[in-house]
């Protein structure tokens, strides 16, 4: 629905395995309103964003012209005008944040993902990995876990690393022991953090080696917010990764574009 000459509210829902974001865009350019919430598909996690969205926005879900939902849950979700796949989402969110950006590196809760974009921002090629937690948000989660620390300080206790501990396992049942053994033979806390890093980059890493590594690079997805585990994967793939705060809005922000592109462009 169009409020006034020039202004539409379009929504970008994105339902993933482990945590639900939301963005609101006035006329496909001006973010009004955002949310996330650490819970995935199946639980209160997409009604709470859509709310906190629209508060933040100072709108009502009447005001919306249209819902488009992505993620792993965006087929559950009752109020949606439409869906498309989260690939197509992230490459639109991460051309509007970072135009220039030709990679993406997509480190979510349960997959990792690596996009190869041409010169205009469109989708040449992906792979991805939804196979196995390592090198997931889950495998992050998982020690953090083990080690009583919060998956969201992992970044700063890794800063103050000596010597990187090596985690040979990649499984993350058999790394859980390995962590838990290395916790008992007191290896710190930061050097074991970084370790866990450097095996989560070297996992993402021989998958995006698949895709080739074009720069600019980026990543996106909640993982990006660690910066422990950006810096060891620029260490794995020699190059600078850009990343922009609203990485883990990438897949949502992108919906709501690509909703704005349904009114303007049917
Ligand atoms: P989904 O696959 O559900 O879309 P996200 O892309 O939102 O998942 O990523 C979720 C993962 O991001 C979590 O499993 C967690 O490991 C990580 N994460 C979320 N917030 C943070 C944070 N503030 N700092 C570090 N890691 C985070």
Avoid: W
């Avoid at 838990?180 to 998958?207: E, M, T, W, Y």
């Amino acid at each position: 629905m169009k409020i006034c000459e020039n202004e539409y509210f379009t929504m970008g829902l994105d339902i993933g395995s482990t945590a639900c974001k939301c963005v609101i865009l006035k006329d496909g350019e001006e973010i009004i309103g955002k949310a996330v919430y650490p819970l995935g598909t199946g639980t209160i996690g997409p009604r709470k964003v859509f709310d906190s969205a629209l508060t933040e926005a100072k709108i009502s879900s009447r005001n919306l012209a249209h819902v488009l939902v992505t993620g792993y849950g965006r087929f559950q979700f009752d109020d949606a005008n439409s869906q498309k796949s989260e690939i197509t989402c992230h490459a639109a969110g991460i051309h509007f944040l970072l135009p220039n950006v030709r990679t993406i590196v997509d480190i979510g809760g349960q997959d990792i993902k690596a996009l190869r974009l041409n010169e205009r921002g469109q989708l040449d090629n992906f792979v991805m990995n939804d196979k196995c937690a390592a090198g997931t948000g889950r495998f992050l989660d998982v020690m953090a876990g083990v080690m009583n620390v919060k998956t969201e300080d992992l970044g700063k206790i890794s800063d103050a690393a000596v010597e990187v501990a090596s985690i040979s396992s990649t499984c993350t049942v058999f790394a859980e022991s390995e962590v838990i053994s290395k916790l008992s033979n007191k290896v710190r806390l930061p050097d074991l953090v970084a370790g866990i890093h450097a095996s989560v980059a070297k996992r993402v890493a021989a998958l995006v080696f698949r895709n080739g590594v074009i720069p600019d690079v980026t990543m996106s997805g909640g993982v990006a917010l660690n910066h422990g585990v950006v810096h060891a994967l620029e260490n794995e793939l020699k190059t600078e990764i850009k990343v922009h705060p609203l990485c883990q809005f990438a897949g949502a922000l992108g919906a709501a574009l690509l909703a704005y592109r349904k009114l303007v462009k049917p």
